[in-house]
């Protein structure tokens, strides 16, 4: 008697992430909605020039959500009916590796470039207690780096499971990480208009 695998569904892991996402969404929602009311109640609301390196880290983060979702359309499938990649899925796999290599060197160098940010606004004397608007300012950004190094986690995560294996799991978890990778990508442009608006 044949003993067929089961394949790992990908509904348990999206609904987590989506699960995620949306506390994400609602802890940055009332965070804009503080930062918004306490602008309001407060007539000497300082605004100050945000620091250009911050735009050109938006463009990075694009571009990592653009090789992560060439990497997931690359790699992904097609698979026999025991969750077996075939042998031009394998080959594709060693191949486009490297849009996923690229992803998670994208998302240091972002992470690299809010680490000057901060300090170009540390060395103007813009610091985190230094006005209620720096103080958003910091703690959005900050919030939002600690999300992405998650995320950055969840990609090496992912890599290593396709190097070990190239079944249909480790596809779902590459699925389930460009999700969240894509949502960080959109969150950050959203708090860059805020920040570009509010501070």
Known sequence: MIVQRSIPSASA?????WVGIGAITMSFAAYTSAMVVRQGSFPAW????????????????????????????RI???????GRADSLS???????????????GLGFVF?????????????????????????????LTAVHALHLLGG???????????RVDDGPHSVHVLGAVALY??????????????LALWV
């Open 181 to 194: 990778w894509h949502f960080m990508a959109v969150l950050w442009l959203y708090l860059l208009v805020i």
């Open 13 to 17: 892991t999206r609904t987590g992430v």
């Open 90 to 104: 394998v080959e594709r796999l060693r191949q486009r590796l490297v849009w996923l290599w690229a992803t998670l």
């Open 76 to 82: 992904g499938g097609p698979f026999d009916r025991l």
């Open 152 to 162: 950055l986690g969840a990609l090496a995560y992912a890599l290593h499971c396709l």
């Open 111 to 139: 992470l690299a470039g809010q680490y000057l940010a901060w300090h170009s606004l540390s060395a103007q004397g813009v610091f985190l207690a230094t006005s209620p608007s720096s103080s958003f300012f910091y703690v």
């Open 46 to 73: 300082q605004h100050f020039m945000l620091p250009s390196i911050l735009y050109w880290n938006s463009l990075v983060l694009v571009v990592s959500s653009g090789t992560l979702e060439l990497a997931r359309r």
